[in-house]
């Protein structure tokens, strides 16, 4: 229905009167050629002078652009409290450099510029600059560089540069490659925000090719949906069954809970919810969400807390394994990415500011490089994220990759994510190129969730590419946003990346296993934890128990994947995997498991950890003797161990650049119950030479010790095991 609704002008007058009228019929709404351009002039009302190139930046940072082009290292700001300073000022490139050297954020509020702390002094001043920068312009005729763009690097550090410091870069993209208007203002007010965010959606439905794909799927109703009156009462009221109804075109919701009263369904409630309820009973955060489903054109809307029974345990069992389809079948989802409760709102007092992008006239006196520029952080995408309640909700991880549409409402302005657009309100037609990779890139995420087989493999122009490679990547950059994220209870570890899971699995083609895909067993095993991790951890494993002890999902916080999103021409795989199974007493292995086993057959070797006098370094004993030179192995526990004496599993080596081969390998130890059987307790990487090892060939056959265990041996002196 969708793709025969829209035709090639917008109405502005007539989305306004349809909000005023109630939910709009989607069939009488009609898109503008260039609505964008329609939306920014109808909110380009402020004064002209506000364009000014320079507003937005301090007086140092003028002067980067005047002069001699800075092509070598040039201080920057002297003192710490001059870039304070600037960034609480406002200045576009200090805001972003003083995020380095303080917790305290520059105020976005008149009351949080009121309890800002005080200036740094004077006396607390250090001696070296505490920022630099150079340019560097790189050759337009790279095809790297269609947009020929520039960058301004910039080092700082609190205690002056001569001690290093962190890198951000500022990319230079002249106006003339860039799909900006510089005389366009844009500003956040709800008014503004809901007029772009219906051009974005409307948009997206009318001509995006990657995004109409998903309106072809086969489409199942949630089992409740709450539909939003349109007689002007203001009510929603709660559909108890969908099943007999035609497909609906809902919205969802992602929102944190927090700890204030939110409404809920129950069996007290039911009735109410039928029978009609005023939204203004509900938080401000629902009525934020609900009175943008509105602005869209939707009349239908999911939210967890009122479509799912609260009181019911069984609801749950029944409704949770099928939230991942509620999100991918759903037109879009409104994420409340600002609040942190259901009291909180999704929009910010002042929230009507300018956000025009930054603009610079270089007038270099020694350059031939000078022109017009549009200035901007290479990760202002996830720094606009950084800190949002929402983004640190588990679930919400996967509600937002598997929405094939999202809406992130986050106080300042309004972001859209879908798999052919990336926008906000500063960049309405689409963020700036050479921004820093996604960790999760939506186009993959699309052919992952909506193509299989042989389509997949025609979303690669190079012949040679490797479609499963992709998705292996894909899965270890959604593991490591997910892992970050929290759980009120752990026992949902795999339940709330269930969805994901069961998405991609056509896809992968493959058998899921409590977090992993067993085709690529080999690989995933060398996940790690990440962080400011202790030598030799005091906790347990976690309990309840909710995964094997080979799997990411037996551990609380966040687990890095490196290995996961790296290309291994020459990878030579030193395990076979016999067995792999997990298990679920009622069935369902995908969102829960009981238990599991991991059966492989490799070459194991005994491995002794102690520290050194100070306790910063591992001391490793392994092939007959006590290494010198052990710290050279990394080496990261997964938890507290039964005993220093272990077992190492060499997993595969990376042998591109030989003669220096790296390896990856697993720390485990007996369990003591039956021979041969084992659980993880980490993780170690080897090059060439670590642990006195020359050869990587050399691990089939080193001096072991008496309690070297296993089931069996096998072909070429490999030895069988079961990991559980």
């Known amino acids: 229905m969708w793709e025969t609704v829209f035709n090639d002008t917008l109405d502005f007058g007539s989305i306004k009167r349809h909000r005023q009228e109630g939910v709009p019929d989607l069939g009488n709404l009609v898109l503008p050629k260039d609505g964008v351009h329609q939306f920014m002039t109808k909110h380009s009302r402020l004064p002209k002078a506000i364009n000014n190139m320079f507003s937005k930046l301090c007086r140092t940072c003028r002067d980067i652009f005047q002069g001699k082009c800075p092509h070598k290292d040039v201080n920057h700001h002297l003192y710490l409290y001059q870039l304070q300073q600037s960034a609480f000022e406002e200045c576009f490139i200090c805001v972003v450099l003083w995020r380095a050297v303080s917790e305290y954020r520059p105020p976005t509020t008149s009351q949080q510029a009121a309890e800002a702390p005080t200036l740094i002094s004077l006396e607390t001043s250090t001696e070296n600059p505490v920022s630099k920068y150079r340019l560097s312009h790189k050759s337009s005729r790279s095809s790297s560089n269609p947009y020929n763009i520039s960058e301004l690097a910039f080092t700082v550090n609190r205690n002056g540069i001569v001690t290093g410091g962190s890198a951000y870069t500022f990319c230079l993209q002249p ?17 503004a925000s809901f007029d772009i965010a219906s051009i974005w959606l409307h948009k997206c439905l009318q001509s995006h090719p990657k995004c109409r794909n998903t309106l072809e799927m086969d489409r199942v109703n949630p089992t409740r949906l709450l539909k939003i009156a ?75 807390s009122l479509c799912i029974f609260q009181d019911s345990k069984a609801d749950w069992e029944h409704e949770a394994p099928r939230m991942g389809e509620v999100y991918k079948n759903a037109i879009v989802n409104v994420a409340a990415s ?78 859209w994510q879908c798999y052919d657009l990336t926008a906000c ?23 992952a969730l909506h193509h299989v087989g042989s389509e997949l493999k025609d979303r690669y122009s190079n012949p040679t590419s490797d479609p499963l490679r992709e998705l292996q990547r894909l899965w270890g950059g959604i593991l490591e946003r997910y892992t970050r994220c929290n759980l009120t209870y752990t026992s949902d570890k795999l339940a709330a990346l269930g969805g994901l899971a069961k998405g991609m699995q056509q ?7 409590a977090g992993m895909w067993k085709s690529h067993m080999v690989t995933q095993l060398s996940w790690s934890l990440s962080g400011g991790q202790p030598l030799f951890p005091s906790t347990p ?65 005994t491995i002794q950890l102690g520290t050194d006098e100070e306790m910063k370094r591992y001391s490793v004993y392994i092939n007959g003797h006590w290494v010198e030179r052990a710290w050279r192995a990394f080496i990261r526990l997964d938890c507290q161990l039964p005993s220093m004496q272990l077992h190492c599993l060499p997993l595969f080596v990376d042998t591109h650049q030989m003669p220096h081969w790296n390896m990856s390998l697993l720390l485990i130890h007996q369990t003591g119950d039956v021979k041969g059987q084992f ?46």
């Open 425 to 447: 309100q500063s960049y309405p037609r689409g963020i700036p190129p050479n921004l820093r990779s996604e960790e999760v890139p939506r186009d993959i995420l699309c052919y």
């Open 230 to 304: 349109q007689d002007g009462s203001n009510t929603i009221h709660l559909i108890l069954d969908t099943s007999k109804e035609t497909a609906f075109q809902y919205a969802t919701v992602s929102h944190c809970w927090g700890t204030s009263q939110v409404w809920r369904l129950t069996a007290e409630t039911l009735h109410l919810l039928q029978n009609g309820l005023s939204i203004a009973e509900l938080g401000q955060t629902f009525q934020d969400v609900i009175h943008a489903t509105k602005s869209l054109g939707l009349q239908y809307v999911w939210i967890d």
């Open 541 to 605: 494993r976690p309990s309840p128990y909710r995964a094997p002890s080979w799997s990411w999902a037996c551990l609380d916080g966040p687990i890095s994947m490196a290995w996961f999103q790296e290309d291994f021409p020459d990878k030579i795989d030193l395990i076979d995997v016999l067995e792999c199974e997990a298990i679920n007493d009622l069935g369902d292995t995908i969102s829960t498991v009981t238990g599991g086993h991991l059966r492989l057959s490799g070459w194991l070797s």
């Open 175 to 191: 106006l003339a490659t860039s799909n900006l208007d510089k005389s366009e203002t844009a500003t956040a007010s709800r008014e």
């Open 679 to 724: 659980r993880r307790y980490g993780w170690m990487q080897l090059f060439a030479g670590d642990l006195d090892v020359e050869e990587w060939t050399d691990f089939k056959s080193l001096k072991n010790d008496p309690w070297l265990e296993y089931e069996a041996i096998g072909r070429d002196g490999m030895q069988t095991l079961t990991i559980i």
């Open 507 to 513: 896809a992968f083609n493959d058998q899921y296993c």
């Open 338 to 415: 600002v609040a942190a409760n259901n009291q909180a709102g999704c929009f910010q007092d002042d929230a009507c500011a300018i956000i025009s992008p930054c603009y610079v006239q270089s007038d270099w006196t020694d350059c031939k490089k000078n022109d017009n520029f549009h200035i901007y952080y290479d990760n202002l995408w996830s720094v606009a994220f950084e800190g949002m309640p929402l983004m640190t909700r588990a679930w919400v991880a996967q509600e937002l990759l598997l929405a094939p549409r999202v809406l992130h409402m986050t106080g300042k302005q309004f972001y």
